[in-house]
T-cell receptor
Framework: GENVEQHPSTLSVQEGDSAVIKCTYS??????FPWYKQELGKRPQLIID?????GEKKDQRIAVTLNKTAKHFSLHITETQPEDSAVYFC???????????FGTGTSLTVIP | GAVVSQHPSRVICKSGTSVKIECRSL??????MFWYRQFPKKSLMLMAT?????????EQGVEKDKFLINHASLTLSTLTVTSAHPEDSSFYIC????????????FGDGTRLSIL
């Protein structure tokens, strides 16, 4: 089965700096990679996703990159703000499967 | 769009009680619904996957007789924690997906279950 690893587990950055979270996956058949943001006590919310037919996707201050050869994908947050503080989860899935395989999460703290 | 409603948001009950949690997709038809358990500061642990009209598929180590899942329609799935005990106290979250595995899952707000 798929194995998704996520690093780092905790990350602190100064407001305005960039934050990068990395994930690796093991199943080369995985072709969909979403990122979720979960604030304390709330639901995980989809913030960006990428499919294996593209290498990069950007939405304002958030971007995701995918390297299919190396089987890793990363979340980039630029100009971080305190409201970016949350736990971020990556995931991998494939069209023929049913479930998402989630990473272990990264707790991001943006220091004002 | 893609709103998932989960109720109740919080349950406090005595040991031995059975608790039912509902998960509804409000504006789309959910081909598949998922039930997760989340411990404090931990990742989402998949408990089971359910498709409308068929039996749920449980992950290894999850007792199917303890956690009853029903997916009676394309918009509703329920999780019943039977004869709950303090060790069942946790944060339970459902999610729903329209279509195949490479489509987003949309999460409910979660249910905080506390068994006294």
């Amino acid at each position: 089965g798929e194995n998704v690893e996520q690093h780092p587990s905790t990350l602190s950055v100064q407001e305005g700096d960039s934050a990068v979270i990395k994930c690796t996956y093991s199943d080369s058949a995985s072709n969909y990679f979403p990122w979720y943001k979960q604030e304390l006590g709330k639901r995980p919310q989809l913030i960006i996703d990428i499919r294996s037919n593209v290498g990069e996707k950007k939405d304002q201050r958030i971007a995701v990159t995918l390297n299919k050869t190396a089987k890793h994908f990363s979340l980039h947050i630029t100009e971080t703000q305190p409201e970016d503080s949350a736990v971020y989860f990556c995931a991998a899935s494939k069209a023929t499967g049913n479930q998402f395989y989630f990473g272990t999460g990264t707790s991001l703290t943006v220091i004002p | 769009g893609a709103v998932v409603s989960q109720h109740p948001s919080r349950v406090i009950c005595k040991s031995g009680t059975s608790v039912k949690i509902e998960c509804r997709s409000l504006d789309f038809q959910a081909t598949t619904m998922f039930w997760y358990r989340q411990f404090p500061k931990k990742s989402l642990m998949l408990m089971a996957t359910s498709n409308e009209g068929s039996k749920a598929t449980y992950e290894q180590g999850v007792e199917k007789d303890k956690f009853l899942i029903n997916h009676a329609s394309l918009t509703l799935s329920t999780l019943t924690v039977t004869s709950a005990h303090p060790e069942d106290s946790s944060f339970y979250i459902c999610s729903a997906r329209e279509g195949l595995g490479n489509q987003p899952q949309h999460f409910g707000d979660g249910t905080r279950l506390s068994i006294l």
